[in-house]
């Protein structure tokens, strides 16, 4: 089943989508560290996010986790150049450097744990380990690999 098709089946439900940003809205390089701005979109990824993003019922989230406090800035302005329709009160980067010793994947399942509207909640992320914890840590989570967006 494509994207498309996955939302569409969500029609007459209010749904929070939380996408991840390197490795599926913007290309990461394994254990190398690139000045955020040079990160090349994944446009065909963005563009069908885009889209989504005027169905009355989505509510489209980042949430990214950066080594250091500068990245959320750089995160922030690349969002802002490829992806503005995510608004910013939606953006959640989360800074290792505030929370030190804690994994990506901890952080997002901490975060996503606290959600309690009534409403789906869907994870879109590249990471098996995140998609892993996520999958223990918390429940009634749609989680989504990044390949969904290819059909």
Request: aromatic share 8%.
């Amino acid at each position: 089943m494509n994207f498309k098709n996955i939302i569409n089946s969500f029609n007459d439900k209010k749904v929070k989508i939380f996408v991840d940003m390197d490795g599926v809205l913007a290309d990461y390089i394994v254990e190398k560290i690139i000045d955020y701005s040079n990160k090349r979109p994944l446009t065909n990824n963005i563009k069908l996010l885009k889209e989504i993003s005027n169905n009355e019922n989505i509510d489209l989230y980042i949430l990214s986790v950066s080594r250091t406090n500068k990245g959320v800035i750089d995160k922030n302005n690349w969002l802002d150049k490829y992806a503005s329709f995510f608004k910013k009160e939606n953006r959640i980067i989360i800074s290792k450097e505030e929370n030190l010793g804690l994994k990506s994947s901890e952080l997002k399942a901490n975060y996503l744990k606290n959600i309690k509207d009534e409403c789906l909640v869907v994870l879109i992320d590249d990471d098996p380990l995140v998609l892993k914890k996520v999958n223990e840590e918390c429940s009634n989570i749609i989680l989504l690999k990044d390949c969904v967006f290819v059909d």
